[in-house]
């Protein structure tokens, strides 16, 4: 996060093709005066930058990057960039038709200059004698100026980025294709302006490599559009303008012009602009593209609604409340992107070999071409063999095999109400094998999180709404759950009170406060023994489920509260499909054994320990680790915090306005337990993905730069010319792309894949 003193921006930056051209724009970025922070994302082209504003300016970084050979831009709006990334495909779409077209052609005219007749020749003779009836040096020259005219027009911007990067000191794809196509076509003019028996011509070679490699480019830049469409989705949601009340007048305004506390009308069918209180009218609302809640939900005066959630069936009033970048809408929005953009462990093995790749391959043509010119005295057969290994290396789909999968599951994740916070974070779920553990919360984590105050029990002369007026008091600053119990029974009792002061919080153990004169002491029976207060002896023991707090006036206990809460529906459902993954449950929980043993019982988990304080929890959380196992914890609340952030993934049921300051891991939106098994499964199966896409990458440029090198002509007269080579380098980075758009359509089951080892 920047700090008070430093400025943060995202740049576009084009002219990325490889792993190598993304760390050559950090690296320059970083040198560059008053930046403390770059990371560079190859999928969605832009550089996030962290930078002190006295030091660096927005243009000084764009410069930046322009010097190290590449382009950047200004940030503009979301549509125009996009707009422009659409014209930009839509170009090379065009550019790769035309060149393979004239590819096609120029091989068709180039049949004839063959220093050998084979059976396509005789069959082409048969049906278009006339083209063999041409003089052979016309023909060339007719290939020469088609060739350099194509070239200069579809491929200027592969040359000028390799000429770009040699000036830098740097190599990338585009100096393996430049150089490839370069040698092919220079020893082609060479042999037109200088005809010799023997010397043939690579015309139609050149230009179907380009052709093949600006189509791969199209359709890769189509599937990182669909990878990406998670976040242009939830981009979409918010609408531009708002109905807004002043004095009874209705007008239609633009988005920016609400403030805080206006009055807002929203229609059956539209989306909520802000995030907002309802203040008239009743409706149902979908948040499904928010939480991943497909269910319509209930909303009255009073509720809360979200920027981005659809109004179904009702007219209401609306009070403004969060605004533009604060709103749910747009931390959900913000978290998405900087998850995409990060990396994940597994992409540092992507890393280290694409910054040796192209130099290898580099050393390798040129090994091919010393071999073949010694063993075959053939300039023809060395210069084919040598363009096709330049061309069949494809340092692109190792640089996108882990980035492509986690964008795609990140913006998958945010469908289903899953967000998970980066690439580091998704493995860490994912690495969670058989037999490791996850420990989950009991309040509002399994348990719905909103307890009914089941009995009043006063002591002495009290009376019960005295002590709930004194305890709805103490409580009104605290968020937990049992305080939600008390304040909602008082306020339907319609009982009024004084604000508490000096209210202090003990994380799992209560409060104390000083309310009507008197020092209130709020809480379990920890807290009683924490400041030495007998607790009565002849009271009832709880029923079963029951969680009970304890009331005290200037040290002598006056009551106790009995607090009922209920299973969520999905707990026991989702509690067995974690076990079918594998994992151990346990339950850590604050509350008593009492209350405790039915919710786990309902629930499936036969692993209990009860009554732990924030600490008890931490230590039994690092216990677990010291012994061996992986650990995942699952929480709702602040008194989780510490566990969360120790654990190996920290899972927690984010809620509303505190989405952003929740310390897990993963953010769960749809606050049921059955997207706990959802999200693992998502990252496992991300995970799987990223591992096939590299083992892709890698057993591809294994596998096809011996082809192309003609490892196997000696004993199977097998060689690769050089435009196939370059439709396999481009099929490479599509494969690549299509295997990870896979996870745009994963979904949740009960018994998910087995564990990623």
């Known amino acids: 996060m920047p700090s008070p003193t430093t400025e943060s921006l995202t740049l576009p930056v084009l002219g990325m093709t490889c792993a190598s051209c993304q760390h050559h724009v950090e690296a320059t970025l970083s040198a560059t005066a008053g930046v403390e922070s770059v990371h560079v994302d190859l999928m969605a082209h832009r550089a996030s930058i962290v930078f002190d504003p ?39 779409s065009l550019k790769a038709w035309v060149t393979l077209s004239s590819g096609a052609a120029a091989m068709l005219l180039a049949m004839p200059l063959g220093s050998s007749m084979g059976a396509l020749d005789h069959a082409l003779m048969r049906l278009v004698p006339w083209l063999y009836a041409l003089p052979p040096q016309p023909l060339r020259w007719l290939l020469l100026v088609l060739t350099g005219a194509v070239v200069s027009w579809a491929g200027s911007g592969i040359y000028l980025s390799a000429i770009r990067a040699l000036r830098h000191g740097a190599t990338n794809m585009n100096t393996l294709v430049g150089l490839g196509t370069s040698v092919a076509f220079l020893y082609s003019a060479f042999s037109t302006l ?184 053939s300039l023809q057969l060395a210069l084919a063999n040598t363009v096709a290994v330049l061309v ?212 499936g988990i036969t692993e209990v320990k009860a009554a732990l304080d924030p600490a008890s929890k931490l230590a039994r959380i690092r216990a677990l680790q010291q012994s061996g196992l992986r650990v995942a914890m699952v929480g709702d609340g602040i008194n989780d915090a510490a566990s969360l952030a120790q654990a190996d993934a920290g899972i927690a049921m984010g809620t509303g306005a505190d989405l952003a300051q929740e310390a897990g891991d993963v953010l769960l939106l749809r606050t049921q337990p059955s997207a706990i098994p959802a999200a693992l499964g998502l990252a496992r199966q991300t995970l799987r993905i990223m591992r096939q896409n590299l083992g892709w990458a890698i057993g591809y440029n294994l596998l096809g730069i011996p082809l192309a090198a003609g490892l196997l002509y000696p004993a199977f007269h097998i060689l690769l010319t050089p435009w196939l080579a370059a439709a396999a380098m481009a099929l490479s980075s599509v494969c690549v792309l299509a295997n990870s758009l896979r996870l745009r359509h994963w979904q949740p089951t009960t018994h998910t894949a087995s564990p990623a080892s």
């Open 392 to 603: 069949i290396a494809c340092p692109c789909a190792m640089g996108l095999a882990v980035p492509a999968a986690l964008t795609v599951a990140v913006g998958r994740g945010a469908q289903l109400g899953v967000l998970f916070k980066g690439g580091e974070a998704l493995e860490r779920l994912a690495r969670l094998a058989q037999r490791d553990i996850i420990v989950l919360d009991k309040t509002g984590t399994l348990t719905v999180g909103r307890p009914v105050l089941a009995a009043i029990h006063p002591l002495a002369a009290h009376l019960e709404n005295d002590l709930l007026r004194l305890a709805a008091a103490a409580e009104e600053r605290s968020n937990h759950p049992l305080a939600h119990a008390l304040i909602d029974q008082a306020r339907a009792l319609g009982l009024v009170w004084q604000p508490a002061e000096d209210v202090q919080i003990l994380p799992g153990r209560g409060l104390t406060a000083k309310v009507e004169n008197h020092d209130c002491l709020l809480g379990n029976e920890a807290l009683f023994q924490e400041f030495f207060i007998p607790l009565p002896k002849q009271t009832t023991p709880p029923e079963p489920g029951i969680t009970r707090l304890w009331m005290a006036l200037d040290r002598v206990p006056v009551g106790y509260f009995d607090a009922r809460d209920a299973l969520r529906p999905d707990a026991a459902e989702a509690i067995t499909a974690l076990r079918a993954l594998g994992l151990r449950v346990l339950m850590l929980t604050g509350d008593s054994a009492a209350a405790a043993a039915p919710i786990a019982a309902q629930a």
């Open 194 to 377: 200088s005809p010799a028996p023997g010397r043939e011509v690579y015309f139609d070679a050149v230009l179907l490599i380009l052709g093949f490699l600006l189509l791969g480019k199209a359709l890769e830049a189509r599937a990182k559009r669909r990878a990406l469409a998670a976040l242009d989705s939830l981009s979409r949601l918010r609408p531009v303008t708002a109905r807004r009340i002043v004095d009874g007048v209705q007008t239609l305004v633009p988005l920016a012009e609400i403030q805080p506390g206006d009055s807002i009308v929203v229609l059956p069918g539209e989306r909520y602009p802000v995030d907002a209180t309802i203040i008239e009218g009743r409706t149902t609302v979908d948040e499904s593209m928010l939480t991943g809640e497909s269910t319509p939900l209930p909303r009255e005066v009073g509720g809360r609604v979200l920027a981005g959630s659809l109004n179904y069936d009702g007219a209401v009033v609306c009070q403004a409340q969060s605004l533009g970048e604060a709103t749910v809408l747009a931390q959900i929005t913000r978290m998405v992107q900087q998850a995409q953009g990060s990396r994940a462990p597994m992409e540092r093995l992507a890393d280290r070999a694409s910054s040796i790749f192209v130099p290898v391959v580099l050393a390798l043509a040129l090994l091919t071409f010393a071999a073949w010119l010694f063993a075959t005295n």
């Open 54 to 92: 006295a030091l660096a300016t927005p243009q000084q970084l764009v410069d930046s990057v322009r010097s190290a050979g590449y382009d950047a831009v200004l940030p503009r709006p979301d549509d125009s960039a996009a707009a422009g990334d659409r014209d930009r495909t839509a170009e090379s």
